[in-house]
């Protein structure tokens, strides 16, 4: 499978060893929590990528995006939410200081995955017909949610997932996948227009 991301807007280039880095980096309804909440001297990885990707993964199951909300504030709740507030000696044990030094008041809340798992289309984007996520892709989307940004799956360990490899469909060559917009005169329409 391919991953292609764009909107490069709020990007920025990475380097080892790492620099101090600002935290407004990352299109706000991605931005992973280590942004949100890290201190402004917070150095973060390429985790952060790996947190936008499984976004990416719940718009498309869910068809809609996981975190849409207008503050971090508003961003963050909605991510505990989805995943729960994390055990402070097991999940992420900077979490609460980070919490603190905000002066957020976070409730506790246990995980609620099951709002994810909707459906997800069968035949691509442009399909109405759905199939229930399976527990594997729901592991994979967990790992990739995964609040701690050091355990967090890596890009390795998400391509090389069951789900991306061994479940069905199977992944297919790019050159045998629909279109997004194959057929769509309206689209062609506009965009001719558009160019006059």
Known sequence: GVLKICDFGLARQ???????????????????????LGPADYKYTTAIDMWSCGCIV????RRDP?????SEVDVLEKILDLVGTPNVNRKWPEFRSYVTAKGLKI??????????????????IVSSVSCPLTHVGLDLMQ?????????RLSAKAALNHPWLT???????????MRQFFEGNNKLHDMRKRKNR
């Open 58 to 61: 719940g718009e498309i199951i």
């Open 166 to 176: 061994q479940e069905k469909p199977a992944p297919r060559e790019k050159e045998s």
């Open 107 to 124: 409730r506790t809340r246990q995980p609620n995955w099951r709002s994810a798992a909707i459906g997800f289309p069968q035949a691509g």
């Open 14 to 36: 990475y380097s080892e060893p790492i620099d101090t880095m600002t935290r407004k980096v990352v299109t706000l309804w991605y931005r992973a929590p280590e942004l949100l």
């Open 143 to 151: 790992g990739l949610l995964d609040l701690n940004p050091v355990t």
């Open 66 to 70: 996981l975190f849409a909300e207008a």
